[in-house]
C-alpha cells in the first residue's frame, strides 16, 4: 500500500492574502507567496517515498470571483515556486464546486468539497491508498473533520492569517497534532511514517 501526506492548499502551501475585503487566498497570481518551511515538509515527504496530494477546495470561479485561467495561474504559480525549491506535489484534487455558485454547471452540492471525503476517496482509489496510514495537513475544522472521517492522521497549522471566526474555529478542531509552525511537521510525520 502506498503511503500519502494530504495536503490542503490555502493557508497551509501558500499564505492567506489580507485584501482591503479581508483576508482571502490569493486572487491573482501576483499574490502567491509559500508559506515558511512548507517546501521542507514536501521534500521530506518526496525522499521518503510519501505521495504528496493536495486536496483543495476552490469555489472562486464557481462564484464569479475569478476566471478559470485565474484559478489555473495561481495554481501554477503555487506549483512553479514549490519547484524552484525541488519540492514536488505528485497529484493535486481540486473541488471547484459550491452550492451556492453562480455559474450554472459549479452549482452543485457534490461529494468532494470538504469536509466531505470525495478528494481523498478518489486518491485513494487511484493511488490504493490506506486512509488509516495517510497524514493530512490543514488548518481549518472542516480540514481536520475530512482527514477524520477517513480515518488519516490529522495535523492542524494554527495561523492568524484568516478571519477570526476560522481562526476560532481551527483552534478548536479536535486534530491529533496542532502546530504553530510548519517546521513542527517534519518530526511528527518522520515518526508516524516510520511507524506505520
Ligand atoms: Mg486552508
Ligand atoms: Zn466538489
Not at 514536501?42 to 510519501?50: C, Y
Request: proline share 5%.
Amino acid at each position: 500500500m502506498n503511503k500519502a501526506l494530504f495536503l490542503d492548499r490555502d493557508g497551509v502551501m501558500n499564505r492567506m492574502v489580507k485584501y482591503p475585503s479581508g483576508w482571502d487566498s490569493p486572487q491573482q497570481p501576483q499574490d502567491v507567496r509559500l508559506v515558511a518551511d512548507i517546501e521542507k515538509v514536501i521534500s521530506w515527504a518526496n525522499a521518503n517515498s510519501v505521495l504528496v496530494i493536495e486536496v483543495s477546495n476552490q469555489p472562486g470561479v464557481a462564484k464569479g470571483k475569478m476566471s478559470q485561467e485565474t484559478s489555473d495561474a495561481i495554481e501554477e504559480k503555487i506549483h512553479s515556486f514549490l519547484e524552484e525549491k525541488a519540492a514536488i506535489i505528485d497529484k493535486t484534487y481540486i473541488c471547484f464546486h459550491h452550492p451556492e455558485a453562480i455559474v450554472p454547471e459549479l452549482k452543485k452540492v457534490c461529494d468532494c468539497r470538504k469536509p466531505k471525503p470525495g478528494l481523498l476517496l478518489q486518491a485513494a482509489a487511484e493511488f490504493k491508498l490506506d486512509l488509516e496510514n495517510c497524514v493530512l495537513l490543514g488548518d481549518k475544522g472542516t480540514d481536520i473533520e475530512t482527514g477524520k472521517s477517513t480515518d488519516c492522521t490529522t495535523i492542524i497549522y494554527i495561523h492568524t492569517e484568516d478571519t477570526t471566526d476560522k481562526v476560532e474555529a481551527a483552534t478548536q478542531a479536535k486534530a491529533d497534532y496542532t502546530i504553530k509552525r510548519i517546521s513542527e511537521v517534519v518530526p511528527i510525520i518522520n515518526n508516524l511514517f516510520r511507524s506505520i
